[in-house]
């Protein structure tokens, strides 16, 4: 874990020192998400926000089970049914 002292800036402007924003793989341009949870800012890149995501989701699919394809199953299903 990393863990320095920053100030902000004008326009309320944080500076991420140099050797977190590499440690980050974070380059000018990056977009990266911000959280706020327990007053305490996260910064994550959009990749590490996916990967989250999937990890979160994961416990939900069926090994073997093509989510994709149960979902456009699901999608047929109610076209066919006039939903």
């Known amino acids: 874990m990393s ?8 326009g309320g402007r944080l500076v ?3 050797d977190i924003r590499r440690q980050l793989g974070l380059e ?3 977009s990266v ?3 706020v949870e327990n007053a305490s800012l996260t ?3 959009i990749p590490e926000s996916i990967r989250s995501a999937q990890a979160i989701m994961a416990k939900y699919v069926k090994p073997g089970v093509s989510v994709v394809d ?5 999608r047929r299903a109610a076209a ?4």
């Open 3 to 10: 863990s320095r002292t920053t100030r902000m800036s004008s």
């Open 80 to 83: 066919d049914k006039g939903d």
């Open 33 to 35: 998400r911000l959280v």
């Open 70 to 74: 149960e979902l456009i199953a699901e």
């Open 43 to 45: 910064v994550r890149t």
């Open 28 to 30: 000018e341009g990056v």
């Open 16 to 18: 991420v020192p140099i």
